[in-house]
């Protein structure tokens, strides 16, 4: 069993020429109207991502040399914290009792043969019974005299 299929008949064959350009003419400006903005968004959206292509790379850079900026820094950071740690070492090494004694050694200081104490304000002295009551000055007596404090405005008692 076979079936034969037919097609519609043609609507476009029964109407004149002239009525079927008139509306075949419209339709043809429909469809090249709607492919212009077609035809202009993929160059605008080519555009678009090549500047937002170029402005990442542009702020990687940006961040790139930043970072750089930022080692350089610390490692001037760490730089300076070691001198800083020699200086405070060698400091101590020439502040230290030992040295400062070698040192006086050095210019023709001599230590003292014995300590004395004084502490101002009060009247007695840590020597004053081993010293006879000499006033004349010798240079054989150490002079144990107090001296006041002065006033917190500067003057002396």
Same mark, same amino acid.
Request: hydrophobic share 40%; net charge negative.
């Given at each position: 069993?076979?079936?034969?299929?037919?097609?519609?008949?043609?609507?476009?064959?029964?109407?004149?020429?002239?009525?079927?350009?008139?509306? !075949? +003419?419209?339709?043809?400006?429909?469809?090249?109207? #709607? *492919?212009?903005? /077609?035809?202009? @968004?993929? $160059?605008?959206?080519?555009?678009?991502?090549?500047?937002?292509?170029?402005?990442?790379?542009?702020?990687?850079?940006?961040?790139?040399?930043?970072?750089?900026?930022?080692?350089?820094?610390?490692?001037?950071?760490?730089?300076?914290?070691?001198?800083?740690?020699?200086?405070?070492?060698?400091? !101590? +090494?020439?502040?230290?009792?030992?040295?400062?004694? #070698? *040192?006086?050694? /050095?210019?023709? @200081?001599? $230590?003292?043969?014995?300590?004395?104490?004084?502490?101002?304000?009060?009247?007695?002295?840590?020597?004053?019974?081993?010293?006879?009551?000499?006033?004349?000055?010798?240079?054989?007596?150490?002079?144990?005299?107090?001296?006041?404090?002065?006033?917190?405005?500067?003057?002396?008692?």
């Amino acid at each position: 069993m076979t079936i034969a299929l037919h097609s519609p008949p043609s609507t476009t064959s029964a109407r004149p020429a002239a009525v079927s350009a008139e509306i !075949a +003419a419209p339709v043809e400006q429909d469809r090249t109207s #709607r *492919r212009r903005p /077609a035809v202009l @968004l993929i $160059p605008i959206a080519l555009i678009v991502l090549c500047a937002t292509l170029l402005a990442a790379a542009y702020i990687q850079s940006m961040l790139v040399t930043g970072q750089q900026r930022l080692d350089e820094l610390n490692h001037e950071l760490v730089d300076e914290r070691t001198r800083l740690q020699n200086e405070r070492v060698s400091l !101590a +090494a020439e502040t230290s009792p030992e040295n400062v004694a #070698r *040192r006086a050694e /050095a210019l023709g @200081l001599v $230590p003292a043969e014995e300590r004395i104490v004084l502490t101002p304000g009060t009247d007695d002295s840590p020597d004053s019974a081993s010293h006879s009551e000499d006033t004349t000055g010798s240079l054989d007596t150490p002079a144990t005299e107090t001296v006041p404090d002065p006033e917190p405005d500067g003057t002396v008692r």
